[in-house]
Nanobody, 125 residues
């Protein structure tokens, strides 16, 4: 059974930091690129960051570039998103998702097979 368990969300003040974690099981983790997506109420789902199968290929949306860092540990089936200098507009439910290798690293949700339930990030002004 495929499972994604996100953790690390919470309430933080503007300018603060959080690190989100995503633990995967039930599939060949090292054969999948992993993406982080977020969705705020009334807004479309947004691709935030992605990492290829080997932690070398990475991409970030313009809105988080230079503030967020994605990494993965294939030995532990874990992906992390370190978020720094958080802003109120970063508040959303953050989801991790898995896409089969061979497509690089995408910030659009198409092609992602497996999705987690998400973790809430709230940023106070």
């Amino acid at each position: 059974q495929v499972q994604f368990v996100e953790s690390g969300g919470g309430l933080v003040q503007s300018g603060g930091s959080l690190t989100l974690s995503c633990l995967a099981s039930g599939f060949a983790f090292d054969a999948y690129a992993i993406g982080w997506f977020r969705q705020a109420p009334g807004k479309e789902r947004e691709g935030v960051s992605c990492v290829g199968v080997s932690d070398e290929l990475k991409d970030y949306s313009d809105s988080v570039k230079d503030r967020f860092i994605i990494s993965r540990d294939n030995a532990k089936n874990m992906v992390y998103l370190s978020m720094n200098n958080l802003k109120p507009e970063d508040a959303a439910v953050y989801h991790c998702a898995a896409q089969p290798k061979g497509h690089g690293c995408r910030l659009t949700p198409e092609g992602y097979y497996y999705w987690g339930q998400g973790t809430q990030v709230t940023v106070s002004p």
